[in-house]
Structure formats: structure tokens, C-alpha cells
């Protein structure tokens, strides 16, 4: 019997201890797919079909680098926005309010001072049960402005970093609103179809039929037996707040499968190497570097950047950039050894208290750089 590659070992034994029911592991090394492996099912529960290379997942808090900080990237090349930007000259919603000074750097390193996380699906569930119809997206968003209108800020701005959904919900409706369409189809149609991402689509509420961009996918991995919402949560996105938004949001939301995940990384890649393409080489180099002035933080404009400990593991360099989904999924690229590292998996099935993929992360991401690079 054949010894199994030491990689698909590593992923099957997650399998087996329950790091995750499966998991897509998707591996590039300078330009070429080295490794693309799958191990697990959708769910230990009947009937559990095996996972494969196209099973889609909620990819979570990788929205904040798949969707929005691509999109901003874009709409600043194009000269509608640059980073001195107060949040409040776009979303006039926020004027007169602690959280409208913050700058589009401040919200894109998470030192704008805002709270990480408000429970606003609860309001927004109470509001959608005290009127009929409500919310809506756009009524969503229009409430939930008011509520960020009224938070008090949590430290001084740019003192530190705090990891922040509002921020990058705010960022989101930024990009709508400099864009003039809504944050779905402009990804869809300025990023995903120019660089053949497909699928990779977010899944708003009250759709009668699947996103085309997900149809060729053969199945979605589901999340969590999810008690507030009462059922097991499958092709609608784990996270309370971008449900109650409609599906549709910033911090997250998006659904795909690691080969489309790939297919923007290599636009990030791209662009650090100084390759012509979708995006100006001169802002991925801006995006992708850790920013100064911010005490203790190792935020690069929304990517994240390897500290100690990082989930990357100890061998991907300084220059790297990342970042990692709530699910279980995460994107780490490392352009000086041309290396792209996309894991999808769906961790917090069936239920978000198993936090083992925090050991896994790491030693999946050593090994890789042992079996491929050599170091």
C-alpha cells in the first residue's frame, strides 16, 4: 500500500481527530499548482458526501480581502477615494459621530477605534418582526448606520488596532456608495469575471435560485446547527450580522471554492511582482505592507501580516500577507518565495465551540513550506 503524501497524512488526520469534518487545501508555488487535496466529508451526519476539489464554503472574514479590500484598491486606482478619506464624506450618514472621523486607512488597519463586534441582528430581528417586510437591505443598512452613528468609541483612535467587523461593514457601503451598485455585483463584475474566479459569489436572502456563479460548484459545505435561526445553516452565510444585512456585506458573505479563492490571490501576486494586470502594482505593494504609526499592530490595508505566533506558522517571510475566516478557512501568500496557501474548510460544523484548527493552521502551513521549498 502506497505511504500517503505527507500533506494529504496531515489533512486526513485533522479529519480524524475532528479539527473539521473535510477540508480543501489548495497549494501554488511560483505560478504552478503544486498540491490541491481534499480529505473528509461535508458533515459526519447521512448522508456526509465526500468533499471535493469544487465543494464550495463560506469563506467568512476572508470577504474583508476577497471583496472589499480588492474593490477599494480598485475604486482608489481609479481615483474615486484615497486613504485620508473620512468614512463620514461618503456614508453622510455617520456625520456628527465618533465613528464618522475615521479615515479609510483608520478602518482598514482596525484603528479606528469602533468596538470589534455589536450583536445588530438582534435589533434588526426585532425591527423585521415589528413591521411588515422589513428589513431589506437597504433598510438594513440604513439602521444599522444609525446604530453605528451612536457607538461610543473603545480607544482612542489610531492609539492600537482592534480587529473590527463594523469597520469593514462601513467599508462595504463605502464601496457601494462610490461605486453606484451594490457590493455584490460590483465584485461580481469589476473582480471575479476578469479574473475567472469562478465560483466564488456571495448568496443574498430571498433568492429563488442559486447564484449562476455557484451552480457549478457540487455541493456547499453547511456551518453551524445555528440555534438563533433555529435549523443548520447551508448556502446562507454563518454570520449573524451580514444575514441580517441581507447576505450581502462587508466583513462577510462570500461563498466559494479554493480555486477561485486562487484565482484573486494570483492578482495580489501579480501585482507585488510587478506584473501588469487587474490591479496597479504600486498599491498591492501599499496594501501588502505592514503600516507604521500603530502601536502593537501587524495590520498591513486590510491583509493581515505574519506576528508571533501567526497562523502561517514560523517559515513564510515578513513580506507576507494573509488572512483567516471564522469558518475555518484562510489565504496566506508569500510573494518573496512565490508561494499562495488557500485552506477551506468548515470547522464550526456542526457547532462554532471546536477551536482545534487553531493548532492545525500553523503546522499545516510549516509543513507545506518543508515539502515544497525546502525550508
Not at 476539489?53 to 474615486?80: E, F, N, P
Not at 479574473?195 to 451552480?215: E, K, S, T, V, W
Not at 477561485?260 to 511582482?273: P, S, T, Y
Not at 484562510?330 to 487553531?358: A, F, Q
Request: net charge negative.
Amino acid at each position: 500500500m502506497a505511504t500517503p503524501h505527507p500533506i494529504q497524512a496531515a489533512l486526513q488526520a485533522a479529519v480524524d481527530d475532528g479539527t473539521f469534518p473535510g477540508a480543501v487545501l489548495a497549494v501554488r508555488l511560483r505560478g504552478a499548482l503544486v498540491y490541491e487535496g481534499v480529505a473528509g466529508r461535508l458533515s459526519p451526519q447521512s448522508p456526509g458526501e465526500a468533499v471535493t476539489i469544487h465543494t464550495c464554503y463560506d469563506l467568512a472574514s476572508l470577504t474583508k480581502v476577497l471583496a472589499t479590500t480588492t474593490a477599494l484598491l480598485l475604486l482608489m486606482q481609479r481615483g474615486r477615494l484615497v486613504l485620508e478619506d473620512r468614512i463620514d464624506h461618503i456614508l453622510t450618514g455617520l456625520q456628527g459621530s465618533a465613528a464618522g472621523a475615521a479615515s479609510i486607512h483608520h478602518l482598514l488597519t482596525h484603528s479606528s477605534g469602533l468596538p470589534g463586534w455589536r450583536p445588530y441582528y438582534e435589533r434588526l430581528a426585532s425591527l423585521e418582526a415589528g413591521q411588515s417586510g422589513f428589513p431589506g437591505r437597504t433598510a438594513a443598512r440604513e439602521a444599522v448606520l444609525g446604530y453605528m452613528a451612536q457607538e461610543e468609541l473603545v480607544y482612542e483612535r489610531g492609539s492600537r488596532s482592534l480587529y473590527s467587523d463594523l469597520g469593514f461593514m462601513l467599508l462595504g457601503w463605502a464601496v457601494e456608495r462610490l461605486a453606484g451598485e451594490s457590493l455584490d455585483q460590483f465584485c461580481a463584475n469589476q473582480i471575479y469575471r476578469p479574473l475567472a474566479a469562478h465560483p466564488l459569489a456571495y448568496i443574498p436572502r430571498g433568492l429563488q435560485a442559486m447564484p449562476a456563479a455557484l451552480l457549478e460548484s457540487n455541493a456547499i459545505a453547511p456551518t453551524e446547527d445555528d440555534s438563533w435561526r433555529g435549523r443548520m445553516l447551508c448556502g446562507e452565510v454563518h454570520d449573524e450580522n451580514a444575514f441580517a444585512l441581507g447576505g450581502v456585506a462587508g466583513h462577510a458573505g462570500l461563498f466559494g471554492t479554493a480555486r477561485a479563492v486562487l484565482a484573486v490571490a494570483k492578482a495580489w501576486m501579480d501585482g507585488w511582482l510587478g506584473k501588469a494586470g487587474l490591479l496597479h502594482p504600486e498599491l498591492v505593494r501599499l496594501f501588502t505592507t505592514r503600516q507604521q504609526g500603530i502601536p502593537n499592530a501587524g495590520w498591513a490595508l486590510g491583509w493581515d501580516t505574519p506576528s508571533v505566533p501567526s497562523s502561517s506558522g514560523a517559515r513564510f517571510t515578513p513580506e507576507s500577507f494573509g488572512h483567516l475566516g471564522y469558518t475555518g478557512t484562510s489565504l496566506w501568500i508569500d510573494p518573496v518565495k512565490e508561494l499562495e496557501v488557500v485552506l477551506l474548510s468548515n470547522r464550526v460544523h456542526p457547532t462554532r465551540k471546536n477551536e482545534r484548527i487553531k493548532t492545525f493552521r500553523p503546522l499545516i502551513h510549516d509543513l507545506i513550506c518543508r515539502e515544497f521549498v525546502g525550508d
